[in-house]
């Protein structure tokens, strides 16, 4: 099994700034891609991504004020998040998209507990 844990976020002045971080660990795996959602009326919105290659995608909402990274040898992403805004504040998850060794060529996607972002005005 694959474990994500994540840390950051609380509560952040309007054009302030935060990082997530997100740790993943367990069994032998390998990464697809990581990133972190939020949840919108039930939906769970792309809010950053990165893959294994480093491409990065982003909500256009976020563009130019959050940054994700990514350390590969320990499995952990970053989401630098500046110029923050009240309508930013949310519930953000860690995702990971992992292939696990033993298993072959099959996807498994996990998700961290979520990490709440308040943002005063």
């Known amino acids: 099994q694959v474990q994500l844990v994540e840390s950051g976020g609380g509560w952040v002045q309007a054009g302030g700034s935060t990082t997530l971080s997100c740790v993943a660990s367990?069994?032998?795996?390998?990464?697809?891609?990581m990133g972190w959602y939020r949840r919108d009326e039930g939906v769970h919105e792309l809010v950053a991504q990165i893959t294994e290659e480093g491409s990065t995608t982003y909500a256009d909402s976020v563009k130019g004020r959050f940054t994700i990274s990514r350390v590969n040898a320990n499995n952990t992403a970053y989401l630098q998040m500046k110029d923050l805004k009240p309508e930013d504040s949310t519930v953000y998850y860690c995702?990971?998209?992992?292939?696990?060794?033993?298993?072959?060529?099959?996807?498994?996607?996990?998700w961290g507990q979520g990490t709440q972002v308040t943002v005063s005005s």
């Open positions: 995702n990971i998209v992992l292939t696990i060794h033993a298993l072959g060529s099959r996807e498994f996607r996990y």
């Open positions: 367990g069994t032998t795996f390998s990464v697809k891609r």
